[in-house]
């Protein structure tokens, strides 16, 4: 069985910084790329931050320059860093992972962690 396990989320004031990091266990044997998600209440999840197996990045426009994703291969463990943090950026945040797993090819979760920005 496959797991994903986010930690790092919390209140913090704007311009302040966060870590997230998302770490997988279970029976895995490749990852293909991992990412960030996240929804905010009242809005549809959407993609914050994506790397893949190569280390190509993808962010979504609202984060570029502020967030920085990076992963560790040996750990499956992956991280956001997110720097200048807003208002806006308040939302749970989701961890995903594309991976060969015990069933084959398959998208997986964790539960989220939430990120508060306020002052």
């Known amino acids: 069985q496959v797991q994903l396990v986010e930690s790092g989320g919390g209140l913090v004031q704007p311009g302040e910084s966060l870590r997230l990091s998302c770490a997988a266990s279970?029976?895995?044997?490749?990852?293909?790329?991992m990412g960030w998600y996240r929804q905010a209440p009242g809005k549809e999840r959407e993609l914050v931050a994506i790397?893949?197996?190569?280390?190509?990045?993808n962010y979504a426009h609202s984060v570029k320059g502020r967030f920085t994703v990076s992963r560790d291969n040996a750990q499956n463990t992956w991280y956001l860093q997110m720097n200048s943090l807003k208002p806006e950026d308040t939302a749970v945040y989701y961890c995903?992972?594309?991976?060969?797993?015990?069933?084959?090819?398959?998208?997986?979760w964790g539960k989220g962690t939430l990120v508060t920005v306020s002052s």
């Open positions: 790397i893949s197996n190569g280390g190509d990045t």
């Open positions: 279970g029976s895995i044997f490749t990852i293909n790329a």
């Open positions: 995903n992972a594309r991976l060969y797993g015990p069933d084959g090819y398959g998208n997986y």
